[in-house]
Structure formats: C-alpha cells, structure tokens
C-alpha cells in the first residue's frame, strides 16, 4: 500500500496528516521527539510553538487576520485547537501553549490509519513509491540536514530569537497595571510595567552595555525582522525602544496619572496568568544577564524567570530553485516540503502551507490533478511568492503580496478592499471544491 511519510510533526507537519488522515490515507509520521530535541523544542507534543504563544491579530484589517480566515474555510487543525485552547490577547489569537499542543497530538493520534514513529530520520530512499514530506521546520539539523543539502543544492539561513517567559506570581502589581492601550484602567489582557524616563535611561544603559551568548557565523544582516533582539533593536538609538517595542502611548500610570515614558508589556501564557511572555523582549543575552536586565524592568524587581530568552539559527531552502507550484522538488517527484523551511514565516503561515500540501496530496490520491489556490487569496499568494521570488527572503502573510490594481488613497480602506477580494477569492475556491 502506498504510504505518505511526513518528516516532522510541526505546524505544517500535522495539517498534511490531518488533511490525509481524515480522507483515510495511510500516514507515517516521522516524529524525532522525545528522543531528541533541538535547541528550542522542549515538549514532547506535536505542533510546539517556540517563540511566542500568540497566532497574531483577528482582525481582517490585518494580513494575518485574512489568513485566518482563509484557514477556516479550509478546515485547519490548527486553528480549531487554538480556539479551543485560547487565553485573552486583545485583538489577538494567543493560546495556551502545552493544551494547545496536546489537542493536535491527541486529534492526530486518534486515527487508526496515522502511524507515528519517533525516530531521527537521517535521510530518504526516493526510489520507493511512497510520498514523502519535509516539514522539519528551520532548525534542521544533523546527518538529515546534511542529505537535504545535497538534494537542494545547499540552504539559506536567518537567526531570530525567543522572548522570555517570567512567573505570574513575581509580578508586583502595586507598580504593574491591567490595561490595553487606550483601554480602561484594570480592563484588558495586558499588564504593563512603566518607566520614568530616568528608569528607561538606567535600563538602556544595563541593556546595551551587557554581554550576549555568541553564535557561530552569527551576521547582523541575517536577522529575521520581526523577531529582532531586543538588544540589537537598542543599538540603533538611545529613543529606539522607546519609540518601538516599549512605546508608552495609549497608557496612564495610575501611580500619577501620566503617560509614562516607556513601558514593557506581558502578555498570558495560561488561562490562569501563572506565565507572563514578555512582549517583544527577544534576546540572547547571557541568561544571568537577562535576570538583571529583566529586573531593572519596575514592578519586576523579583521576577522568577521560567524560560530564557535564546537566539536560534533558521534554515531554509532555495524554493524557487527547488521546488515547482505544488512545493513539490522539480527533481523527485514524489518528495513534497512544507513549513518554514520552504521560506515562509511565522506559525500560520507555516500550518497554512501544510494545508496546501495535504489537500494536493489527497487530489494525487484521490486520482485528481493538483491544484493552485486562487493568487489573489492570502494563502495562494504566499505559495506563489516562495516559489517564484528571484532573491527568497522568510516571508509573512503580508497585504503587498496580492496584486490589486485599484488605487485607495487611505490604508485602513485599503486593506478592508484587499482583504475582501482574498476572503471572496477563497470562498469561491472551497465552494469550487464541494
């Protein structure tokens, strides 16, 4: 019986299996966990999230709240269990990372024809006639990473960083105030923590002046923007976090009832605010640095750090060199990739190209031809985006990818215009589809 093997049970690894396994194809599922664990992954679940517990906004006036919407129509694994298992962000879908993950593993493993085999795969026999999927995600590492080389003709790579995450119980709410910007005081999902201006300045100081962990071949140029350090971020001006990741408008300080100049958000790891994630605070500073810099922050003074801050190398393949519309490799036709190793970022972006996969998978099953989502949709112009770009950078579901012709002057309009022609575009594909 012919089989489609997934290398990887990430985000994009478990939308292929959930789209297979529910069309009642044999899938084996190739999980290295708990064997082995790469520097990030600490879980033993599938579809661990390593970086920040938030999916990004809901809104449709975003590109990532299109996104969603499109993943919806297409009956995502993911985004059921991330509603399921959401913890209060704003406009934003943030979850609760290990039920969150334990939902997927759970859904997944309850298929009688979804095998799962936790091994380290080293490399493939592409002479069988099963179907294989690459969906290691970008710290592909080891002997695979090494045979995966060879057949893609080398990778490209960027380094971003994780945020700390601290305890709930550290927090000291006589400083640190419940509010969301330019929300009521005590109403919201976020607690701020503000600075003076003689706070900030003293915190600027520790944070550019302290030592960071180095990387091999670390290079400046090859950091992922959104997920900048926030010490690198510091470096370009004194005002920079101010006016960036810490800027301060939108909040009152009910200590005097002024705008402060700076503050530092946190944002739920749980339902219950056991875990805070410290909002655009990536780093690799050293860990005993981290302590002191952390509890410069006012209203952190004793924060308890659960989880370091760490940077990670992100590899990627060359997708317009390698792969044709279907993510599938111009050379071995029955190897298929997804995930952030064919260049796009960000965690729904990632499931997003597992979905396009596994419902192409299932069309070769089903003795169908393969199809393309429409490019103006948020999804099909991503897939066209890291399949055709002449210089592939980590891409983000983004409004500049649709092509719209239509001038409008003002951007909020702009966006609602686009928005609509993409969630339009994807309704008539799925409906195309029944």
């Known amino acids: 019986m012919r089989k489609v093997n997934i290398v990887g049970a990430g985000l994009a690894g478990v939308e292929v299996a959930w789209k297979l396994a529910n069309a009642g194809i044999h899938v084996r599922i190739y999980e290295q966990k708990p064997k082995k664990f790469s520097p990030v992954h600490k879980s033993e679940y599938f579809a661990e999230l390593v970086c920040s517990n938030s999916l990004k906004s809901e809104s449709i006036e975003n590109?990532?709240?299109?996104?969603?919407?499109?993943?919806?129509?297409?009956?995502?694994?993911v985004l059921n269990c991330a509603e399921k298992n959401r913890v209060p962000a704003g406009k934003a879908l943030a979850v609760e990372r290990e039920k969150f993950s334990k939902c997927i593993t759970d859904l997944i493993k309850s298929f009688e024809n979804v095998e799962v085999i936790n091994e380290e795969v080293k490399e493939i026999d592409l002479e069988t006639e099963d179907i294989w999927v690459i969906a290691t995600g970008p710290t592909t590492d080891g002997e695979f990473a090494k045979?995966?080389?060879?057949?893609?003709?080398?990778f490209l790579n960027f380094f971003d960083?994780?945020?700390?995450?601290?305890?709930?119980?550290?927090?000291?709410?006589?400083?640190?105030?419940?509010?969301?910007?330019?929300?009521?005081?005590?109403?919201?999902?976020?607690?701020?923590?503000?600075?003076?201006?003689?706070?900030y300045e003293k915190f600027y100081e520790a944070?550019?002046?302290?030592?960071?962990?180095?990387?091999?071949?670390?290079?400046?140029?090859?950091?992922?923007?959104?997920?900048?350090?926030?010490?690198?971020?510091?470096?370009?001006?004194?005002?920079?976090l101010a006016f960036g990741p810490l800027r301060p408008v939108g909040f009152i300080d009910p200590r005097t009832g002024k705008m402060p100049y700076a503050v530092v958000q946190l944002r739920?790891?749980?339902?219950?605010?056991n875990m805070y994630n410290?909002?655009?605070?990536?780093?690799?500073?050293?860990?005993?640095?981290?302590?002191?810099?952390?509890?410069?922050?006012?209203g952190l003074e004793n924060a308890e750090i659960l989880r370091y801050g760490v940077m990670h190398r992100n590899t990627y393949i060359n997708s317009p060199k390698v792969l044709d519309d279907y993510l599938r490799h111009k050379k071995y036709k029955n190897l298929f990739f997804a995930g952030q190793i064919v260049g796009v970022e960000g965690y729904l972006e990632s499931a997003a190209s597992g979905i396009y996969v596994g419902m192409n998978l299932r069309r070769i099953f089903e003795g169908k031809e393969m199809i393309r989502f429409p490019e103006n949709?948020?999804?099909?112009?991503?897939?066209?985006?890291?399949?055709?770009a002449e210089s592939l950078k980590p891409m983000y579901a983004n409004f500049g990818l649709i092509n719209v012709k239509k001038k409008i002057k003002d951007k909020k309009e702009r966006r609602?215009?686009?928005?609509?022609?993409?969630?339009?575009?994807?309704?008539?594909?799925?409906?195309?589809?029944?």
């Open 161 to 199: 960083a994780v945020a700390p995450i601290i305890s709930g119980d550290s927090i000291n709410f006589d400083i640190c105030f419940v509010a969301d910007r330019y929300g009521r005081m005590g109403e919201g999902d976020y607690v701020n923590c503000p600075m003076t201006k003689e706070e």
């Open 147 to 154: 045979w995966l080389s060879e057949i893609c003709g080398g």
């Open 268 to 273: 739920k790891e749980d339902k219950d605010g």
């Open 278 to 298: 410290i909002v655009g605070f990536q780093t690799r500073l050293r860990w005993k640095k981290q302590e002191k810099i952390i509890r410069l922050i006012p």
């Open 207 to 240: 944070l550019v002046n302290s030592e960071t962990i180095e990387m091999k071949d670390f290079d400046k140029k090859l950091l992922f923007e959104r997920c900048q350090p926030v010490e690198e971020i510091a470096k370009s001006g004194e005002k920079s």
């Open 416 to 434: 609602k215009y686009i928005a609509n022609i993409c969630i339009e575009q994807m309704q008539k594909f799925v409906d195309m589809l029944k």
């Open 377 to 388: 949709s948020m999804i099909g112009a991503l897939i066209e985006y890291v399949t055709t």
């Open 63 to 77: 590109a990532e709240g299109v996104l969603k919407k499109e993943m919806k129509m297409l009956d995502s694994i």
